[in-house]
């Protein structure tokens, strides 16, 4: 009873695990290496629940299925009739036939694949199977580097929203005291409206940042199957400490690059074509067939399953097409042709993985110079900040003059934000191109 248990749970593990990718060839650890475990959790959440993602692992199990209905065309076929029959008969001596009969036929029919065509077309589907494994590996790559993509920006967008909430209190404050200089009749219309625009711009500015964030935070919703409206309770963490904790390599190997979903995937496609051209050349040749019935009846005497009463035979030949309106060769051809192009499509993905990769590590090492040179910026400008404080204190510069000085620290920060930004999401367009690898 155990052992029986035990093998009915051992199916059903199997069966079940055909319907989800195998989570180490995605590299999830990665994204741990970021200092944040917020975008861990929406990146396993993403794995587990993301729709567009597990329609591609349906589409693998379905190229499975047909690998196994391929196959079933190798093996004999065996099927049974149950058949009345109506018959007039003469009469003969010492033996009478029954006019109303029922008639039942087992047939058995098996194509002898002597030229492994059947066994081709299987293989045939198998490269459209593991091309599909692979197109799926690629899904759930792009899924979880927008995800990464998205939770980053959301980052971003939290700090743009401190920061430009600190420029509108600071140009409020300018408005203020602008306003009263015009009222005491020390400064014209035209300064005061300037001061107004600058207020205003700068509460557009902090909406804007508002409505990108909303956006990003339903998107992320949405990528991690979470409902949208829940969007605004979305956990997450702080940009400041975000940062990847290992070193970005300079250089790739080139088995990594070639090893990419998409390649592989250009790769299994190749094969499947170069599979059919071959099938397609066998379908001139001959096919071997079987046939082999037994039929009990209740037309002659005996009983019904007795031997007597039945009728079995088998037929063995090869049959061969004559003519066929050119349809075998113009299927060869189309074959041929398809393979040509999936050749092309191959040194095509070649090309562009290539491309990409060295395009990203170029971005990446380009950016993390810009990072860096704004770093010192910010630094640079905190310093000047700090001066123009200890004037304000003395009494040389007025307060205008050191919050405009404020300002424009703020402004720096916000593209030390957007640099650093820039730079972390680089980190997940490489990762993206070297197929999760990295």
């Known amino acids: 009873m155990f052992k029986k248990a035990a093998i009915v749970i051992s199916i059903l593990l199997v069966s079940q695990s055909v319907f989800a990718i195998d989570r180490s060839e995605l590299n999830p650890e990665f994204f741990r290496r970021f200092n944040d475990e917020c975008l861990y959790y929406y990146i396993n959440e993403a794995i587990e629940n993301n ?58 029919n098996y194509e002898a694949d002597l030229l492994l065509k059947n066994r081709d077309r299987t293989r045939s589907e198998k490269k459209a199977y593991e091309a599909s494994k692979y197109e799926e590996k690629a899904a759930y790559i792009s899924l979880l580097t927008d995800v990464a993509t998205v939770y980053t920006n959301i980052l971003e967008y939290d700090e743009l929203i401190k920061l430009a909430a600190e420029k509108v209190d600071i140009q409020n404050e300018l408005f203020l005291r602008s306003a009263k200089k015009f009222n005491r009749g020390t400064i014209g219309a035209s300064d005061l409206n300037q001061a107004s625009k600058n207020l205003e711009a700068a509460k557009n500015e902090l909406e804007n940042y508002k409505k990108q964030q909303e956006v990003l935070l339903m998107q992320l919703a949405v990528l991690t199957g979470i409902s949208p409206v829940e969007y605004s309770s979305l956990q997450r963490g702080s940009i400041s400490k975000f940062e990847y904790q290992i070193c970005i390599p300079s250089e790739i190997e080139s088995d990594v690059i070639f090893s990419r979903p998409d390649v592989m995937q250009a790769e299994k496609n190749l094969e499947k074509a170069k599979i059919d051209v071959r099938v397609a050349r066998k379908e001139f040749l001959p096919r071997f067939n079987i046939t082999g019935f037994w039929i009990f009846n209740t037309i002659a005497p005996g009983t019904f399953f007795s031997w007597e009463s039945s009728l079995a035979g088998i037929l063995a030949g090869a049959s061969q097409d004559i003519f066929t309106g050119g349809r075998k060769i113009a299927n060869l051809k189309i074959k041929k042709a398809k393979y040509e192009e999936l050749f092309e499509k191959y040194r095509e993905v070649d090309l562009e993985a290539v491309k990409e990769v060295n395009t990203a590590l170029c971005i990446i090492k380009h950016d993390t110079e810009v990072d860096t040179n704004t770093l010192k910026k910010v630094l640079y400008e905190t310093r000047t900040l700090e001066d123009m404080r200890k004037k304000y204190e003395r009494g040389t510069i007025s307060a205008p003059e050191y919050l405009e000085n404020l300002s424009s620290l703020i402004e720096v920060q916000k593209e030390a934000v957007e640099s650093k930004n820039r730079r972390l999401v680089n980190y997940f367009t490489l990762y993206k191109a070297v197929g999760g690898r990295l």
């Not at 692992?57 to 047909?66: F, I, K």
């Not at 690998?67 to 149950?82: D, G, H, I, T, W």
């Open 51 to 108: 729709h567009d993602a597990k329609q591609a692992t349906h589409r693998v199990e379905q190229y499975r299925q047909q690998v196994k209905y391929s196959f079933s065309k190798e093996l004999p076929s065996f099927n049974v009739a149950a058949n009345y029959l109506g018959i007039k008969v003469p009469q003969l001596d010492n033996f009478e036939l029954q006019k109303n009969a029922f008639i039942l036929p087992f047939i058995a």
